[in-house]
């Protein structure tokens, strides 16, 4: 079981499944007054982000 958590603990990390969690953590700890987005709108803005500037991906 402890082998089946771990490779679904990495799936979710290569497919940025907590990347909001700690998107907002990152906000609350560093940038206390600022309006923390949905998690709908910070996946928006990062695939927007992706878009702008293509030179982080491999295609």
Sequence with gaps: ??????????FSSILGGQDYQ???AHLRRKHPGCDIPSER??????HAE?????ANRCC
């Design 1 to 10: 079981m402890r082998g089946v958590r771990g490779v679904l603990w990495w």
């Design 41 to 46: 709108e910070y996946w928006r803005e990062r």
């Design 22 to 24: 700690r998107y907002v």
């Design 50 to 54: 992706a878009e702008r500037n293509p």
